[in-house]
């Protein structure tokens, strides 16, 4: 039988849970199709992207992160700092638009060949699938396979702290993809994401993550952490 003090922790545990709200689903207009297609801005150092972090479940504000363009040649180096993260790894493109070290997964990646960071085409209901396998950042003794499907869905005008942009929003799915930790037996990931041609990278970013081990179904997943980041500002 459950006592009195069990039932107050349990109506304590229901009103903390009613309490915690999560962030709201990026909501934005859908737009047609831009004629002419977009360019994707060329990158620049000194070019910058602030964004605010939060925890998708119950709107925490995890960190703020500044992104920032420090070279620019055969490699695109684009270093990373958090407010209370400190520095972070940086992200590199070869070529642009081609991500060939990735920090926005932990633990970081290095892929043996580039994949895209975002659609090769800037269209609407565009798809591809892309094959590589990948280090861990500062492991270069191991490697693990990973697949990704990219695909569009729509172009959408939508706001953010940084202002109103012209968007295509499009997913990044890792449904297969091989761990470092031995005790991962199956993993996924998913980014969802609203690219702006203008701003050169994403003004909003889903991420999360799910994994079993050995005995777990999937009903029963662990979480990685489930991310929104959102743009405050940029140059």
Not at 188 to 200: A, F, K, N, Q, T
Request: proline letters at 8%.
């Amino acid at each position: 039988m459950m006592t009195a003090r069990h039932i107050v922790y349990l109506i304590m545990s229901v009103l903390l849970t009613a309490c915690i709200s999560s962030q709201p689903f990026p909501n934005g207009v859908v737009e047609a199709q831009p004629t002419p297609t977009p360019s994707i801005r060329a990158p620049k150092v000194g070019q910058e992207w602030v964004y605010r972090v939060r925890n998708v479940f119950n709107q925490e504000i995890v960190d703020t992160v500044t992104e920032k363009v420090v070279s620019v040649g055969e490699q695109i180096r684009i270093s990373r700092v958090g407010v209370k993260a400190g520095p972070l790894p940086d992200e590199i493109q070869s070529p642009w638009g081609f991500v060939i070290q990735d920090p926005h997964w932990s633990p970081p990646q290095k892929f043996t060949s580039a994949i895209p960071i975002w659609p090769e085409q800037l269209k609407a209901n565009w798809n591809g699938f892309y094959r590589t396998r990948y280090q861990v950042l500062g492991h270069p003794d191991g490697s693990f396979y990973c697949g990704v499907n990219v695909n569009s869905y729509q172009w959408e005008r939508i706001s953010v702290t940084a202002g109103e942009f012209l968007t295509l929003k499009y997913q990044n799915e890792m449904p297969y993809f091989e761990s470092q930790d031995v005790f991962r037996v199956a993993n996924y990931r998913e980014d969802l994401l609203w690219l702006s041609p203008e701003v050169g990278r994403w003004v909003i970013r889903r991420s999360y993550g799910r994994y079993i081990t050995p005995g777990v179904y999937w009903a029963n997943a662990y979480w990685e952490d489930y991310l929104e980041w959102e743009l405050i500002s940029w140059k």
